[in-house]
Protein backbone atom coordinates (compact mmCIF):
# COMPACT_ATOMS: atom_id res chain seq x y z
CA UNK A 1 0.00 0.00 0.00
CA UNK A 2 1.67 3.21 -1.29
CA UNK A 3 1.97 6.28 1.47
CA UNK A 4 2.07 4.31 4.91
CA UNK A 5 3.38 1.26 7.12
CA UNK A 6 0.14 -1.11 7.52
CA UNK A 7 1.75 -2.29 10.71
CA UNK A 8 1.62 1.79 12.43
CA UNK A 9 -0.93 2.57 14.80
CA UNK A 10 -3.76 4.13 13.67
CA UNK A 11 -3.52 8.06 14.12
CA UNK A 12 -7.32 8.09 13.69
CA UNK A 13 -9.76 5.17 14.40
CA UNK A 14 -13.58 5.19 14.51
CA UNK A 15 -15.64 2.23 16.10
CA UNK A 16 -19.70 2.19 15.89
CA UNK A 17 -20.07 5.95 14.97
CA UNK A 18 -24.03 7.29 15.49
CA UNK A 19 -25.47 10.55 14.94
CA UNK A 20 -28.57 11.81 15.50
CA UNK A 21 -30.39 15.36 15.04
CA UNK A 22 -33.01 17.09 16.56
CA UNK A 23 -34.89 16.80 20.02
CA UNK A 24 -33.74 13.73 21.78
CA UNK A 25 -37.40 12.21 21.53
CA UNK A 26 -37.43 12.82 18.18
CA UNK A 27 -34.48 13.16 16.42
CA UNK A 28 -33.32 11.69 13.58
CA UNK A 29 -30.80 8.89 12.85
CA UNK A 30 -28.30 9.80 10.06
CA UNK A 31 -25.15 7.79 10.88
CA UNK A 32 -25.73 3.77 11.68
CA UNK A 33 -22.27 2.63 12.95
CA UNK A 34 -19.72 4.00 10.98
CA UNK A 35 -16.45 2.42 11.62
CA UNK A 36 -12.82 3.12 9.77
CA UNK A 37 -9.27 4.04 10.55
CA UNK A 38 -6.25 6.31 8.98
CA UNK A 39 -3.13 5.76 9.63
CA UNK A 40 -0.01 8.26 9.34
CA UNK A 41 1.08 8.99 5.92
CA UNK A 42 -2.09 7.14 4.77
CA UNK A 43 -4.93 8.77 2.23
CA UNK A 44 -8.39 7.19 3.27
CA UNK A 45 -11.17 8.22 1.19
CA UNK A 46 -14.86 8.39 2.55
CA UNK A 47 -17.29 8.34 -0.52
CA UNK A 48 -21.20 8.53 -1.47
CA UNK A 49 -23.57 10.88 -2.85
CA UNK A 50 -24.83 13.77 -1.36
CA UNK A 51 -26.22 13.29 2.15
CA UNK A 52 -25.15 9.98 3.30
CA UNK A 53 -23.62 11.38 5.81
CA UNK A 54 -19.91 12.07 5.20
CA UNK A 55 -19.57 15.77 6.08
CA UNK A 56 -21.09 14.83 9.49
CA UNK A 57 -18.39 12.59 10.13
CA UNK A 58 -15.31 14.66 9.30
CA UNK A 59 -17.15 17.50 11.58
CA UNK A 60 -17.56 15.45 14.62
CA UNK A 61 -13.74 14.33 14.12
CA UNK A 62 -13.02 17.94 14.34
CA UNK A 63 -14.93 18.61 17.17
CA UNK A 64 -17.61 21.14 15.30
CA UNK A 65 -20.64 19.25 16.25
CA UNK A 66 -20.51 18.43 20.25
CA UNK A 67 -21.70 22.26 21.48
CA UNK A 68 -25.41 21.64 19.76
CA UNK A 69 -27.75 20.24 22.03
CA UNK A 70 -29.95 18.69 19.06
CA UNK A 71 -26.62 16.60 18.20
CA UNK A 72 -26.03 12.97 19.53
CA UNK A 73 -23.53 10.76 19.25
CA UNK A 74 -22.51 7.41 20.48
CA UNK A 75 -19.66 5.19 19.52
CA UNK A 76 -16.08 5.93 19.53
CA UNK A 77 -13.87 8.81 17.60
CA UNK A 78 -9.93 8.12 19.04
CA UNK A 79 -7.48 11.12 17.67
CA UNK A 80 -4.26 12.10 19.27
CA UNK A 81 -5.07 9.92 22.42
CA UNK A 82 -8.46 11.77 22.74
CA UNK A 83 -11.97 10.19 22.64
CA UNK A 84 -13.76 12.98 20.28
CA UNK A 85 -17.14 12.01 20.63
CA UNK A 86 -17.07 13.58 23.87
CA UNK A 87 -14.16 15.11 24.34
CA UNK A 88 -15.25 18.05 21.55
CA UNK A 89 -13.21 21.08 23.54
CA UNK A 90 -10.01 19.30 23.51
CA UNK A 91 -10.52 18.14 20.17
CA UNK A 92 -11.35 21.72 19.19
CA UNK A 93 -8.04 22.71 21.23
CA UNK A 94 -5.85 20.80 18.86
CA UNK A 95 -7.74 22.30 15.72
CA UNK A 96 -5.26 23.89 13.27
CA UNK A 97 -2.29 22.52 14.92
CA UNK A 98 -2.90 18.32 15.31
CA UNK A 99 -5.88 18.46 13.08
CA UNK A 100 -6.46 20.39 10.40
CA UNK A 101 -9.58 20.71 7.54
CA UNK A 102 -9.77 22.16 3.86
CA UNK A 103 -13.28 23.17 3.37
CA UNK A 104 -15.42 22.90 -0.02
CA UNK A 105 -15.54 26.20 -1.33
CA UNK A 106 -12.00 28.00 -0.32
CA UNK A 107 -13.05 31.48 -1.03
CA UNK A 108 -16.12 31.47 1.57
CA UNK A 109 -13.80 29.43 4.37
CA UNK A 110 -11.36 32.13 4.32
CA UNK A 111 -13.01 35.50 6.05
CA UNK A 112 -13.16 37.99 3.88
CA UNK A 113 -12.93 40.77 6.62
CA UNK A 114 -9.32 40.18 7.54
CA UNK A 115 -6.22 39.90 4.87
CA UNK A 116 -4.58 36.52 4.06
CA UNK A 117 -1.62 37.83 6.36
CA UNK A 118 -3.72 38.00 9.23
CA UNK A 119 -5.47 34.92 8.93
CA UNK A 120 -1.80 32.94 8.82
CA UNK A 121 -0.71 34.71 12.06
CA UNK A 122 -3.93 33.19 14.11
CA UNK A 123 -3.36 29.53 12.67
CA UNK A 124 0.49 29.46 13.17
CA UNK A 125 -0.42 30.83 16.77
CA UNK A 126 -2.49 28.19 17.44
CA UNK A 127 0.91 26.16 17.83
CA UNK A 128 3.51 28.59 18.93
CA UNK A 129 1.32 31.59 20.85
CA UNK A 130 4.55 33.50 21.41
CA UNK A 131 6.15 33.72 17.78
CA UNK A 132 6.65 37.69 16.23
CA UNK A 133 4.83 38.95 13.70
CA UNK A 134 7.89 38.88 11.65
CA UNK A 135 8.22 35.73 12.00
CA UNK A 136 5.06 34.28 11.73
CA UNK A 137 5.06 36.40 8.48
CA UNK A 138 8.15 34.70 6.75
CA UNK A 139 6.79 31.64 7.88
CA UNK A 140 3.75 31.72 5.87
CA UNK A 141 5.75 33.51 2.87
CA UNK A 142 7.04 30.40 2.86
CA UNK A 143 4.16 28.28 2.67
CA UNK A 144 2.55 29.52 0.12
CA UNK A 145 5.92 29.55 -2.20
CA UNK A 146 5.47 25.69 -1.32
CA UNK A 147 1.90 25.84 -2.78
CA UNK A 148 3.78 27.33 -5.67
CA UNK A 149 1.81 31.07 -5.21
CA UNK A 150 4.06 33.37 -7.58
CA UNK A 151 4.00 36.39 -5.41
CA UNK A 152 3.41 35.26 -2.00
CA UNK A 153 4.05 39.13 -0.38
CA UNK A 154 1.43 40.09 -2.37
CA UNK A 155 -0.92 37.21 -1.98
CA UNK A 156 -0.43 38.27 2.32
CA UNK A 157 -1.34 41.43 1.65
CA UNK A 158 -4.80 40.50 0.09
CA UNK A 159 -8.13 39.57 1.08
CA UNK A 160 -9.22 35.90 -0.09
CA UNK A 161 -11.83 38.16 -2.79
CA UNK A 162 -9.22 39.74 -4.24
CA UNK A 163 -7.51 36.21 -5.23
CA UNK A 164 -8.94 33.85 -7.28
CA UNK A 165 -10.40 30.24 -6.42
CA UNK A 166 -6.93 28.46 -7.41
CA UNK A 167 -5.30 30.62 -5.62
CA UNK A 168 -7.63 30.34 -2.39
CA UNK A 169 -7.72 27.30 -2.31
CA UNK A 170 -4.03 26.83 -2.50
CA UNK A 171 -4.24 29.26 0.34
CA UNK A 172 -6.34 26.92 2.28
CA UNK A 173 -3.42 23.85 1.59
CA UNK A 174 -0.66 25.92 2.84
CA UNK A 175 -2.49 27.17 5.80
CA UNK A 176 -3.80 23.52 6.71
CA UNK A 177 -0.29 21.95 6.48
CA UNK A 178 1.58 24.99 8.06
CA UNK A 179 1.82 23.63 11.71
CA UNK A 180 2.32 20.13 10.34
CA UNK A 181 -0.79 18.30 11.54
CA UNK A 182 -1.06 14.30 11.61
CA UNK A 183 -4.45 14.51 10.28
CA UNK A 184 -5.86 16.31 7.59
CA UNK A 185 -9.03 16.27 6.43
CA UNK A 186 -10.31 17.24 3.41
CA UNK A 187 -14.15 18.22 2.82
CA UNK A 188 -14.78 18.13 -1.54
CA UNK A 189 -11.93 20.29 -2.04
CA UNK A 190 -11.80 22.02 -5.32
CA UNK A 191 -15.62 20.85 -6.04
CA UNK A 192 -15.98 24.97 -7.21
CA UNK A 193 -12.99 24.77 -9.17
CA UNK A 194 -12.87 24.04 -12.28
CA UNK A 195 -11.61 19.85 -13.08
CA UNK A 196 -7.81 21.33 -14.30
CA UNK A 197 -7.23 23.66 -11.35
CA UNK A 198 -8.83 20.93 -9.22
CA UNK A 199 -6.46 18.16 -9.82
CA UNK A 200 -3.49 20.60 -9.84
CA UNK A 201 -4.44 21.90 -5.92
CA UNK A 202 -5.30 17.99 -5.12
CA UNK A 203 -1.86 16.20 -6.53
CA UNK A 204 -0.16 19.07 -4.61
CA UNK A 205 -2.02 19.10 -1.80
CA UNK A 206 -1.31 15.03 -1.79
CA UNK A 207 2.51 15.58 -2.17
CA UNK A 208 3.23 18.09 0.72
CA UNK A 209 0.83 15.66 2.96
CA UNK A 210 3.00 12.58 2.47
CA UNK A 211 6.70 14.73 2.98
CA UNK A 212 4.96 15.19 6.01
CA UNK A 213 3.70 12.06 6.62
CA UNK A 214 0.63 13.53 7.39
CA UNK A 215 -2.32 11.38 7.46
CA UNK A 216 -5.47 12.87 5.09
CA UNK A 217 -9.20 12.03 5.14
CA UNK A 218 -10.79 13.02 1.21
CA UNK A 219 -14.50 13.50 2.05
CA UNK A 220 -15.35 13.11 -1.85
CA UNK A 221 -18.48 12.01 -4.78
CA UNK A 222 -16.15 12.48 -7.04
CA UNK A 223 -15.22 8.96 -7.66
CA UNK A 224 -12.52 10.14 -10.50
CA UNK A 225 -10.54 12.01 -7.98
CA UNK A 226 -10.56 9.23 -5.03
CA UNK A 227 -9.42 6.70 -7.73
CA UNK A 228 -6.41 9.05 -8.66
CA UNK A 229 -5.70 9.85 -4.78
CA UNK A 230 -6.62 7.45 -2.21
CA UNK A 231 -5.06 4.57 -0.95
CA UNK A 232 -8.07 2.89 0.83
CA UNK A 233 -11.37 3.86 0.09
CA UNK A 234 -14.75 3.30 2.66
CA UNK A 235 -18.51 3.42 0.84
CA UNK A 236 -20.74 5.06 2.76
CA UNK A 237 -24.64 5.02 1.77
CA UNK A 238 -27.51 6.76 3.86
CA UNK A 239 -25.40 6.99 7.13
CA UNK A 240 -24.15 2.91 6.57
CA UNK A 241 -20.67 2.04 6.10
CA UNK A 242 -21.16 -0.52 2.91
CA UNK A 243 -17.76 -1.50 1.54
CA UNK A 244 -14.27 -0.87 2.20
CA UNK A 245 -10.92 -1.98 0.50
CA UNK A 246 -7.90 -0.76 -1.10
CA UNK A 247 -8.37 1.15 -4.34
CA UNK A 248 -7.96 -1.08 -6.66
CA UNK A 249 -10.40 -3.48 -4.62
CA UNK A 250 -13.06 -0.76 -5.03
CA UNK A 251 -12.78 0.25 -8.45
CA UNK A 252 -11.96 -3.56 -9.85
CA UNK A 253 -14.21 -5.94 -8.06
CA UNK A 254 -16.73 -3.54 -6.18
CA UNK A 255 -18.97 -5.47 -4.03
CA UNK A 256 -21.52 -3.80 -2.65
CA UNK A 257 -24.82 -3.19 -4.79
CA UNK A 258 -24.62 0.79 -4.10
CA UNK A 259 -20.75 1.19 -4.68
CA UNK A 260 -21.27 -0.68 -8.14
CA UNK A 261 -24.02 1.97 -8.47
CA UNK A 262 -21.72 4.73 -7.86
CA UNK A 263 -19.33 3.41 -10.58
CA UNK A 264 -22.01 2.79 -13.24
CA UNK A 265 -22.75 6.42 -12.64
CA UNK A 266 -20.06 8.13 -13.69
CA UNK A 267 -20.75 10.06 -16.50
CA UNK A 268 -21.37 9.03 -19.76
CA UNK A 269 -21.96 10.58 -23.43
CA UNK A 270 -24.83 8.22 -23.06
CA UNK A 271 -25.75 9.67 -20.31
CA UNK A 272 -27.66 7.67 -17.32
CA UNK A 273 -27.24 8.48 -13.47
CA UNK A 274 -27.63 6.56 -10.05
CA UNK A 275 -30.43 4.39 -9.57
CA UNK A 276 -32.66 4.82 -6.86
CA UNK A 277 -31.30 1.58 -3.90
CA UNK A 278 -33.59 0.92 -1.01
CA UNK A 279 -32.75 2.67 2.13
CA UNK A 280 -32.14 -0.39 3.66
CA UNK A 281 -31.35 -3.74 1.73
CA UNK A 282 -30.68 -7.37 3.32
CA UNK A 283 -26.86 -6.07 2.75
CA UNK A 284 -27.00 -3.73 5.88
CA UNK A 285 -27.99 -6.34 7.94
CA UNK A 286 -24.98 -8.00 7.26
CA UNK A 287 -20.86 -7.10 8.41
CA UNK A 288 -19.25 -4.60 6.05
CA UNK A 289 -18.08 -5.45 2.95
CA UNK A 290 -14.03 -5.79 3.08
CA UNK A 291 -12.34 -7.39 0.14
CA UNK A 292 -10.29 -10.70 0.52
CA UNK A 293 -6.87 -9.69 0.17
CA UNK A 294 -7.01 -6.47 2.06
CA UNK A 295 -4.23 -5.81 4.06
CA UNK A 296 -5.92 -4.31 7.04
CA UNK A 297 -8.76 -5.14 9.23
CA UNK A 298 -11.35 -2.57 9.49
CA UNK A 299 -10.86 -2.48 13.73
CA UNK A 300 -7.41 -1.63 14.64
Same mark, same amino acid.
Given at each position: ??????? =????????????????????????? &???????P???????????S????????????????????????I?? /???? *?????? =?? *??????????????????L????????????????? /?????????????????????????????????? =???????????????????P??L??????????????? =?????M? /???????????????N?????E?????????? &?????????????????? *?????????????? &? &?????????????????????????????
Amino acid at each position: MRGNNPM =QDPVLTIRDLRVAFGPRKRAAQVLH &GISMHVRPGEKVALVGESGSGKSVTARLVMGLLQESRDTHASGSIRF /DGIE *AVQGGA =QI *AARRGNRVAMIFQDPTSALNPTFKIRGIFRDVIRTK /DPKITDAAADAKAEAALAEVQIPDPTRALDSYSF =QLSGGMNQRVMIAMALINQPSLLIADEPGTALDVTVQA =QTLKLMG /DLAASRGTAVMLISHNLGVVREFSDRVYVIYR &GNMVEHGRNDQIFGQPQH *AYTQALLSAIPKIS &G &GGLPDLPERSPAFEQPLIQHPGCAEPLEA
